[in-house]
């Protein structure tokens, strides 16, 4: 018997073998997971390319500059010097005129007109010195005060600058120190030093300081 299609099968086998993909290779097993850096390894890593600035240019590194400092030393202008005079002469030993509140104390001699006692609080006087109480007691701050105003009647300065602080880390953020220094100022002890004085503008202190205008002293034991 005629068979036409006996080697169809086997042509069509060799066929699907011939055409058939390339068995895939087996995968590679996976990389083991790299031991993570530790922090010290991490910065010698980082800065592996620093290389310490050679000694002349290391001269040429800025300094950190000096926290802000008050400027000082300055004359006081002589229609201010005048108006301070005058009000020397008429203050006497009275009670100031005192005015404060949580943010601004004002306290004024009677002899203080209220054009004086504005060039006073807009900041008209140069400062001539300044203190900071930072880092004092109640006690100590108002010691220092006193001894400081002694001085700087004595240099025969007109206006200094008294910082208080603004009692931030004081309980409950009270400025105890601010308080005390305002009784201070305005005390007999103290009164017959000081003209007057008043909150500073915020670029001298702001609420945390005080200007003080200073009598002028006539020498010992007279003011």
């Known amino acids: 018997m005629n068979a036409p299609f006996a080697g169809l099968k086997q ?8 055409d058939a993909p390339e068995s895939a290779s087996p995968a590679a097993p996976p990389a083991e997971p790299e031991e993570p850096l530790d922090e010290g390894q991490v ?3 980082a800065m592996g390319d620093v290389r310490p600035l050679p000694a002349k240019q290391r ?3 800025n300094a950190q500059p000096d926290p802000k400092r008050p400027l000082f ?6 229609d201010l010097e005048v108006m301070a005079q005058l009000a020397d002469l008429i203050s006497g030993t009275a009670d ?6 949580d943010e601004y104390v004002w306290g004024a001699s ?10 006073l609080a807009s900041g008209a006087f140069p400062i001539q010195d300044y203190l900071d109480l930072h880092g004092l007691s109640q006690e100590e701050a108002l010691k220092e005060v006193e001894r400081f105003l002694m001085e700087a009647a004595a240099k025969g300065l007109r206006h200094v600058l008294v910082v208080h602080g603004k009692g931030s880390g004081s309980p409950g953020g009270v400025p105890v120190l601010k308080k005390a220094l305002t009784q201070a100022l305005s005390h007999k002890r103290l009164r017959k030093r000081v003209l007057a004085f008043c909150t500073a503008l915020q670029g001298d202190g702001g609420t945390g300081a005080m200007y003080v205008l200073l009598r002028k002293w006539q020498g010992p034991g007279r003011w």
């Open 110 to 119: 009677p002899g203080m007109g209220p054009e004086l006692m504005d060039r």
């Open 11 to 18: 042509a069509l086998k060799n066929a699907a073998l011939h």
């Open 59 to 61: 001269d040429r590194v």
């Open 96 to 101: 100031m005129d005192l005015r404060y509140s």
């Open 43 to 45: 910065f010698l890593t």
């Open 73 to 78: 030393n300055q004359a006081v202008d002589d």
